[in-house]
């Protein structure tokens, strides 16, 4: 089992920015991908950004440019740093963890991002 414990949502003002943790413990492996999905009111889930074990990454289109996912050196916590956020950014962003041991996901409890002047 994989535990993820999320932290730094909150209100913004458009324009603003806002970092996002994601502390992983349990089962975990530097082997495993790490990332934030994010999913709006009457909408899919989406993709936000993934990270790789090898640190390649993969942002939705629509954060590309204005987030930036970064983790610690012992890849157990990841980080989202979001820049000039637009109301269109606003959703419950999940953290999300895939184990290659046991191959499956995993998410955390989510934490709510809100851009609004």
């Known amino acids: 089992q994989v535990q993820l414990v999320e932290s730094g949502g909150g209100l913004v003002q458009p324009g603003g920015s806002l970092r996002l943790s994601c502390a992983a413990s349990?089962?975990?492996?530097?082997?495993?991908?790490m990332g934030w999905y994010r999913q709006a009111p009457g909408k899919q889930r989406e993709l936000v950004v993934v990270i790789s074990s090898t640190g390649s990454t993969t942002y939705g289109d629509s954060v590309k440019g204005r987030f930036t996912i970064s983790r610690d050196i012992a890849k157990t916590t990841v980080y989202l740093q979001m820049n000039s956020l637009k109301p269109e950014d606003t959703a419950v962003y999940y953290c999300?963890?895939?184990?290659?041991?046991?191959?499956?996901?995993?998410w955390g409890q989510g934490t709510q991002v809100t851009v609004s002047s």
């Open positions: 999300y963890y895939w184990a290659t041991v046991g191959g499956r996901n995993y």
């Open positions: 349990g089962s975990i492996s530097s082997r495993d991908t």
